[in-house]
């Protein structure tokens, strides 16, 4: 009984210490987070180049001052990949964070109400590209770091690895993580960069869907004809690519790709109830993104069209004249950037090469067609019985006062299927952002809130973890 109280009054103490050195610090730590948002580290771009750079020296040099060791920015073959670690005792759990420096393109700019880059806070939100994906939510990791060491309550080996290029594939990391399976031992990997439900509703995200990007082109004639005189004669490539990439879904929604859903892990009715728990109100769905009926698979809700069904979108197609006014043409050549994400079992390889099969089997004589894949990704279902998803459901009930609810996401994070395939080693995505916080659009934000909840309950994670392993 001695012990027990002594226990819980050391464990108090060292809560309100985390929590009183969070306190001090808060216009610190949120500054700091304004600066890193001011480069802009876009990776799809080769004209941000520099800026990447100095975004990834901007990670390395907080995280020396925050404590970590051997810290350094190891290169590859694209952007680096800050690493550093806190080995306190080789007996103790070691947790793996990864986070991602770079950023989507902030295009279009003039859709922003202030400067992409030039961070600014209103009414509790930080806005800028990167606020929630991924530069504040990984500096949650960052601050969460040097609260834990600077009042010595850290209780778990700590190891970094922030990278550079999950906007584009994380195509060098996966080269990374094979050429560094030592250095990258450890016993769970911790993410935030995903959300949750709501800010009274937390959430931790048990899934994410895997991804085939394909990019087609389709041919006419050779040349841009005027589309008077060939008119009605000859195909036009774009009629013909907007026909086929209409011919992919039938009546009901479901993608037409001979096979595509051979593989498809199907829920059982068990586990579809148990989902349908989760929160979830269609009117306000439909209210915050300005639509007035929702669309997808015949069969299917909302909330597993987009988690646990695999989809087929256009992301971009373009050809022709777009340009002011009228131009009479008929193109010679017509684009689109498709996009599949991707569920258990499904492979990436397996659907791309699927896909490029029958694009080309539908396409009529009149064109000719190329489909060129980029980057793909596995899906990933994470546990819910180890310690650390528990560890991390506790630390949520802590800092929230309600337990957080599974839910599998519909978005991606390639590496994290390549941290089970490679390093044997499950994730627990504690993430913080919302789905309003516009990631990947125009007005990103990222409320004060989320992040500062973000730094109070990260230690908590780190805290029982070591105490369930
Ligand atoms: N952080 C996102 C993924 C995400 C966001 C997952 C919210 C779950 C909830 C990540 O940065 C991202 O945007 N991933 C890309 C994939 C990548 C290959 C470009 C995506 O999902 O489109
Ligand atoms: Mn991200
Ligand atoms: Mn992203």
Not at 101 to 123: C, G, H, M, R, T
Not at 159 to 164: A, S, W, Y
Request: glycine residues 8%; hydrophobic residues 35%.
């Amino acid at each position: 009984m001695a012990f027990f109280c002594n226990f819980t009054l050391t464990q108090t103490t060292s809560n309100s210490m985390i929590n009183q050195y969070i306190h001090d610090n808060k216009d610190r730590f949120i500054n700091e987070l304004l600066d890193m948002l001011r480069i802009p580290s876009v990776s799809a771009d080769k004209k941000f180049k520099a800026d990447v750079l100095r975004t990834a020296e901007f990670v390395q040099a907080r995280l020396a001052e925050a404590g970590a060791d051997k810290v350094e920015l190891v290169e590859t073959a694209g952007n680096p990949v800050v690493y550093g670690e806190k080995i306190i005792d080789p007996s103790l759990p070691t947790v793996l964070v990864y986070g991602h420096y770079d950023v989507q393109p902030a295009d279009p700019y003039e859709l922003w109400n202030s400067p992409p880059f030039e961070p600014v806070i209103k009414d509790g939100n930080i806005y800028a590209r990167g606020a929630c994906d991924d530069k504040g939510q990984m500096y949650m990791h960052v601050k969460a770091f040097e609260t834990m060491v600077k009042t010595n309550t850290l209780a778990c080996n700590v190891k970094f690895m922030i990278e550079g290029e999950e906007e584009i594939g994380s195509v060098n990391l996966a080269t990374f993580v094979r050429e560094n399976k030592n250095r990258l031992q450890g016993d769970v990997i911790l993410i935030s960069d995903t959300g949750m439900l709501g800010n009274d509703t937390p959430s931790i995200t048990t899934g994410l869907r895997g991804m085939s990007y394909v990019e087609v082109e389709v041919t006419g004639p050779n040349r841009d004809l005027h589309s008077g005189l060939y008119g009605g004669a000859v195909a036009n490539p774009i009629n013909i690519l907007c026909q086929m990439i209409a011919s992919m879904h039938d009546e009901n929604n479901h993608i037409t790709i001979p096979g595509f859903y051979d593989n498809v892990q199907e829920l059982t009715q068990e586990e579809r109830a148990e989902m349908a728990r989760a929160p979830f109100n269609l009117e306000k769905y439909k209210k915050a993104i300005g639509l007035s009926d929702v669309h997808g698979e015949e069969g299917y809700v909302t909330m597993e069209r987009n988690s646990i069904r695999p989809t087929l979108d256009v992301n971009g197609i373009w050809g022709g004249y777009t340009g002011e006014g009228a131009k009479t043409v008929i193109a010679s050549k017509a684009y689109a950037k498709i996009s599949m994400r991707l569920v258990p079992n499904q492979s990436s390889e397996e659907i791309t090469e699927k896909f490029k099969k029958h694009f080309e089997s539908i396409a009529p004589k009149s064109v000719t067609v190329e489909v060129k894949p980029h980057h793909g990704g596995e899906p990933v279902v994470t546990p819910t019985d180890s310690a650390a998803y528990q560890a991390a459901s506790k630390a949520y009930e802590e800092t929230f006062g309600v337990k957080p609810v599974p839910v599998r996401s519909g978005g991606s994070i390639p590496i994290v299927a390549m941290f089970k395939s490679e390093l044997g080693l499950d994730s627990v995505l504690m993430g913080f952002g919302l789905d309003t916080d516009a990631i990947h659009s125009p007005n990103e934000h990222f409320g004060v809130f989320n992040y500062m909840k973000g730094i109070e309950t990260i230690p908590l994670f780190y805290k029982h973890f070591a105490d369930m392993k």
